[in-house]
């Protein structure tokens, strides 16, 4: 009995075991965690990051390559800015020209941020790990808001140009003379069509 309680023991150990090792894999899996994965980081600055944090995926060519790792803001007195460091994790296949194009962008509906590397041309030249790259700054929410805002500005001010009889648009909508007239003339085409003709080698 001792025997067997001792194997029905070992075997529910083992079980437990294999199973806790299968929850582990799986969770890290999920996680995106990168234990077994070769890599290495570079620096991606900018002055405006808007949004994006630490743990933001990172892609090139459209791909995930890595992740966001830390943050690091660099106050310029000497420029009168602070920028933003994101020090990024990449995979090590993963070659990175320097004449390539970084910027903050937005994934579906919910607006998580992401980096996205847009690969350049010269291979020659390749980021190596802990060099620097310099992104393009995001448009801040406001200024889209700001520049909406002018363009229906505009939009109100040629419609009312137009209402009030101003402007050609307004006059050719509304002035019964400025019609006539064209009218006129599309008439006297239709019945003289020689007279074009005529214009055309006086012009000449």
């Not at 025997?3 to 299968?22: Q, S």
């Not at 808007?50 to 943050?71: C, L, M, T």
């Not at 420029?79 to 994934?107: F, Y």
């Not at 007239?181 to 012009?203: C, F, G, H, S």
Request: aromatic residues 8%.
């Amino acid at each position: 009995m001792i025997f067997g309680k001792t194997k029905l023991e070992l075997k529910v150990g083992t079980f437990v075991f294999i199973g806790l090792i299968i929850l582990v894999i799986f969770v890290l899996s999920i996680g995106g965690f990168k234990t077994w994965t070769v890599g290495y980081r570079v620096n991606l600055v900018f002055n405006f990051v808007n949004g994006v944090k630490v743990g933001a995926p990172v892609r090139f060519a459209g791909v995930d390559v890595g992740e966001v790792k830390k943050i690091i803001l660099q106050p310029k007195p000497e420029e009168n800015r602070t920028a933003v460091c994101l020090e990024v994790w990449v995979k090590d296949n993963v070659h990175i020209p320097l004449d390539s194009t970084v910027w903050v962008n937005t994934l579906g509906l919910l607006g998580e941020k992401y980096v996205e590397i847009m690969p350049g041309k010269d291979y020659s030249k390749i980021l190596k790990e802990n060099e620097s790259l310099v992104g393009v700054d995001p448009v801040p929410t406001h200024l889209l808001f700001s520049s909406a805002g002018n363009i229906m500005n505009n939009l109100d001010t040629g419609i009312t140009r137009i209402v009030n009889k101003e402007g050609s648009l307004g006059k050719l909508l509304y002035d019964d003379k400025l019609y006539n007239e064209l009218d006129a003339l599309v008439t006297d085409v239709r019945k003289n069509p020689w007279k074009l003709l005529i214009k055309t080698k006086e012009k000449k």
